[in-house]
C-alpha cells in the first residue's frame, strides 16, 4: 500500500505557473509509475500526464502537452507537475495516482492508489 498527498494548488491568473507535488510513502515509490489526473465541475476525471517508475517514458493529455512537465525524484519520493501558461480551463481539482508497474497509462481505472486531491484555479 500506499499513501499519496499533494500539494502546491492555488488561485492563480491566465498565463501563470505552478508547480504540483505529490509526496508517497509506504511501499517502495520507485516501484511504482505515477499518474497525474484532474477532475473539473460536473466532469469526468482525466488524465493529464504519466511518469514510468524510472522516469524514462512519459506521456501527456494533448491538451497539455507543451505546458505541463512531469517529473519524479525517487531519492524524496515525490513526483511533480510544472504547469506553465495555465488557461481557465485548466481549472480543476488535481490528483496524484500509483500503478505498480513499470509505465504510466491513461486510464482511470488502472491505478490502485490516489491522493485527496489539490484545486487548481486559473482566473481569466
Known amino acids: 500500500q500506499v499513501q499519496l498527498v499533494e500539494s502546491g494548488g492555488g488561485l492563480v491568473q491566465a498565463g501563470d505557473s505552478l508547480r504540483l507535488s505529490c509526496v508517497a510513502s509506504?511501499?517502495?515509490?520507485?516501484?511504482?509509475?505515477m499518474g497525474w489526473f484532474r477532475q473539473a465541475p460536473g466532469k469526468e476525471r482525466e488524465f493529464v500526464a504519466g511518469?514510468?517508475?524510472?522516469?524514462?517514458?512519459?506521456y501527456y493529455a494533448d491538451s497539455v502537452k507543451g505546458r505541463f512537465a512531469i517529473s519524479r525524484d525517487n531519492a524524496k519520493n515525490t513526483v511533480y507537475l510544472i504547469m506553465n501558461r495555465l488557461k481557465p480551463e485548466d481549472t480543476a481539482v488535481y490528483y496524484c495516482?500509483?500503478?505498480?508497474?513499470?509505465?504510466?497509462?491513461?486510464?482511470?481505472?488502472?491505478?490502485?492508489?490516489w491522493g485527496q486531491g489539490t484545486q487548481v484555479t486559473v482566473s481569466s
Open positions: 495516482a500509483a500503478r505498480n508497474s513499470v509505465v504510466a497509462v491513461r486510464n482511470v481505472l488502472d491505478y490502485a492508489y
Open positions: 509506504g511501499r517502495t515509490f520507485s516501484a511504482y509509475a
Open positions: 511518469i514510468s517508475r524510472a522516469g524514462s517514458t512519459i
